[in-house]
């Protein structure tokens, strides 16, 4: 099976020896088995080393599971890997079993693990040392037993010394290390392997056998090769599609002669490493910037929590003395903007959750749930405007979202359950949020948007009325946010005051298929649709877009269409998720995973 490592060279000969060692020796499937990790430059065959491993070792008859940690957004990343309950975020209508524990007496490879965010080390840490993970939502173990390869092309060490990877996460995975040599360490095995690229992508297109002239194979030797194998087979592809004499010549691969020379603006020299780090410090400078200086706004912008920013910005020698000295500049020294400020009247939903305790809770304890909180809302479009010392306060709608009330209550439930999960750890705490919905001028410039100073301060004076209204762990909504809930979300009068000084409390979703309204003024609509349909039927496909403002109605249309003729055409359907922006594809991906019945562990 290792015979597949192709190459002669003692770089190559040493590897395989290696792993013979490594596979050679007894080891019982259901045994737990040492970690391995796969280290070496981009495209040198690490995925292949990982995939003959698992095919030798003691589990070659179990499942096989393949993890990209770079390929997956990091908001994805941890359900992937984790799992989740029905109800542990919006649009999780039912539990699915973590990567891990698909793996389960198997074996998982976690590609690329050195970009791996920092939060998710932790928690990989943890599940690997006891063998067990617990799902988003869950409050209870699960068995995950599974034998861990991973692969990075990131040079550890010097991520561990400057904080981009746990030490202890480390340790725990390179219990085993494979180095795999560069191409061009590799002397003449590139003529081997280009002549067996050459020969598969032949047979596989089905293309007159060719061969290497004397030129072009001095031109691979005298190539420093970047992209290693992988770029390899990508030229063999390339020459063997576009040349059409028998034998190829260097001036059909079209190799580079000069050197490559360093990217603009990296210094000659500069490792990789020091360019990203680089790269990360002027992120974080311009979002300072953009933000005023503002930790928690800034934060916000770059999708961290406010700990994690200050950490970062410590590590790239931005302390609070800068921040201040950069405040005090700004402004005594503001330019004037390149462009107008567009001020407009908008809709906006405002979410503010605190969290009390009876002081005895610890004040780290504290800051890391209002920094969940604050990914947490986040990540269903909130804007972060404020973080004080026991409470969040976002804003839905400055950023374009359908129905921003409605998203700002899932955030609320969603803040809930996370406060739930936090009480395991210190159970005095408790977490209430309040909803306040105003119209009021917001103006933007570029990416940034400003909210009218006199009407944000109203809405706060709202806010704070509502949370000293309230009791223990609820969510409560002033009057004017009502009308946007009412249709999807049960609430109940929290007060006796008069409208519009009535408050009410948020209890749950309601099911909209069971109390629908009454469906009037759409014949026209539906008639359209019906006509359409009748093209489809004779054999004229059809694609059709609904838009309107939040709430006209468009989902009730096509389940009325729906229940019209469900007799005449099957109904597929497919949804984007609130935590999924980064996947513009998702609704399409999920209608076409349930036409085929695919599962989460297919």
């Known amino acids: 099976m290792l015979q597949q490592l192709l190459g002669g060279s003692p770089a190559v000969t040493a590897l395989r020896d290696e792993l013979n060692r490594l596979l050679a020796r007894p080891a019982v499937p259901l045994k737990r088995l040492p970690p391995v990790l796969i280290q070496g430059e981009t495209g040198t065959g690490k995925g292949l080393v990982a995939h003959l491993i698992h095919q030798t070792g003691p589990r070659s008859d179990a499942s096989f599971v393949d993890v990209n940690c770079a390929a997956i957004p990091d908001t994805l990343l941890e359900a992937e890997l984790f799992g989740f309950e029905r109800g542990a975020f919006t649009d999780a209508k039912q539990a699915k079993a973590g990567l891990l524990q698909v793996a389960h007496r198997g074996t998982i490879f976690l590609d690329e693990i050195g970009l791996m965010p920092d939060a998710?080390?932790?928690?990989?840490?943890?599940?690997?040392?006891?063998?067990?993970?617990?799902?988003?939502?869950?409050?209870?173990?699960?068995?995950?037993?599974?034998?861990?390869?991973?692969?990075?092309?990131?040079?550890?060490?010097?991520?561990?010394?400057?904080?981009?990877?746990?030490?202890?996460?480390?340790?725990?995975?390179?219990?085993?290390?494979?180095?795999?040599?560069?191409?061009?360490?590799?002397?003449?095995?590139?003529?081997?392997?280009?002549?067996?690229?050459?020969?598969?992508?032949?047979?596989?297109?089905?293309?007159?056998?060719?061969?290497?002239?004397?030129?072009?194979?001095?031109?691979?030797?005298?190539?420093?090769?970047?992209?290693?194998?992988?770029?390899?087979?990508?030229?063999?592809?390339?020459?063997?599609?576009?040349?059409?004499?028998?034998?190829?010549?260097?001036?059909?691969?079209?190799?580079?002669?000069?050197?490559?020379?360093p990217a603009a603006g990296s210094p000659a020299g500069e490792t990789v490493d020091e360019q990203i780090a680089s790269l990360e410090r002027g992120r974080i400078e311009e979002a300072l910037r953009a933000e005023g200086w503002n930790i928690s706004r800034a934060a916000a912008r770059l999708g961290l929590p406010r700990n994690t920013l200050r950490y970062r910005m410590e590590r790239h020698g931005l302390s609070e003395a800068t921040d201040a000295g950069h405040r005090r500049k700004a402004e005594s020294s503001r330019p004037e903007p390149m462009q107008p400020v567009r001020w407009q009247r908008t809709r906006v939903t405002f979410l503010q959750t605190q969290v009390i305790d009876d002081g005895a809770a610890p004040e780290h304890e504290r800051t890391r749930v209002l920094d969940e909180i604050a990914a947490k809302v986040a990540g269903f479009g909130g804007r972060i405007i404020e973080m004080g010392p026991s409470s969040v306060r976002a804003a839905f709608g400055l950023d374009f979202v359908e129905d921003a009330a409605r998203h700002a209550a899932h955030a609320a439930f969603a803040v809930q359950r996370t406060g739930g999960a936090s009480r395991t750890a210190a159970p005095q705490m408790q977490v209430?949020?309040?909803?306040?919905?105003?119209?009021?001028?917001?103006?933007?410039?570029?990416?940034?948007?400003?909210?009218?100073?006199?009407?944000?301060?109203?809405?706060?004076?709202?806010?704070?009325?509502?949370?000293?209204?309230?009791?223990?762990?609820?969510?409560?909504?002033?009057?004017?946010?009502?009308?946007?809930?009412?249709?999807?979300?049960e609430v109940e009068p929290f007060s006796s005051a008069p409208e519009p000084h009535r408050l009410w409390r948020v209890v749950g979703l309601i099911d909209v298929d069971r109390h629908p309204g009454l469906f009037v003024s759409r014949t026209r609509e539906v008639a359209v649709l019906e006509d359409l349909l009748e093209q489809v039927e004779q054999g004229r496909g059809q694609a059709v877009l609904l838009a309107g403002e939040p709430g006209i109605g468009k989902t009730r249309l096509l389940h009325e269409f729906h229940r019209l003729t469900r007799d005449r055409a099957g109904w597929l359907q497919g949804s984007a998720v609130s935590f999924g922006s980064s996947l513009p594809f998702h609704p399409l991906i999920d209608l076409l995973k349930r036409a085929f019945s695919i599962q989460a562990t297919d």
């Open 432 to 489: 209430r949020s309040a909803l306040h919905t105003e119209e009021m001028l917001a103006g933007r410039l570029d990416d940034r948007v400003e909210l009218d100073t006199d009407a944000r301060l109203g809405a706060q004076r709202v806010l704070d009325q509502l949370l000293t209204t309230t009791e223990g762990e609820s969510i409560v909504a002033s009057a004017t946010t009502k009308p946007f809930l009412e249709r999807r979300f």
């Open 120 to 261: 998710l080390q932790v928690k990989l840490l943890k599940a690997l040392e006891d063998r067990s993970v617990r799902r988003l939502g869950s409050t209870r173990s699960e068995p995950a037993d599974a034998w861990v390869l991973a692969a990075t092309s990131e040079d550890l060490s010097s991520a561990i010394r400057t904080r981009r990877f746990r030490e202890d996460l480390y340790h725990r995975i390179a219990v085993v290390t494979v180095q795999l040599p560069p191409l061009r360490d590799r002397g003449s095995d590139v003529l081997l392997l280009a002549r067996h690229y050459l020969d598969r992508i032949c047979r596989e297109y089905g293309l007159p056998t060719k061969a290497l002239a004397a030129d072009a194979e001095a031109a691979l030797l005298a190539y420093t090769w970047p992209g290693n194998v992988r770029e390899l087979a990508n030229l063999m592809e390339r020459v063997a599609l576009l040349s059409e004499a028998d034998h190829v010549t260097a001036a059909a691969l079209r190799l580079p002669r000069a050197p490559r020379i």
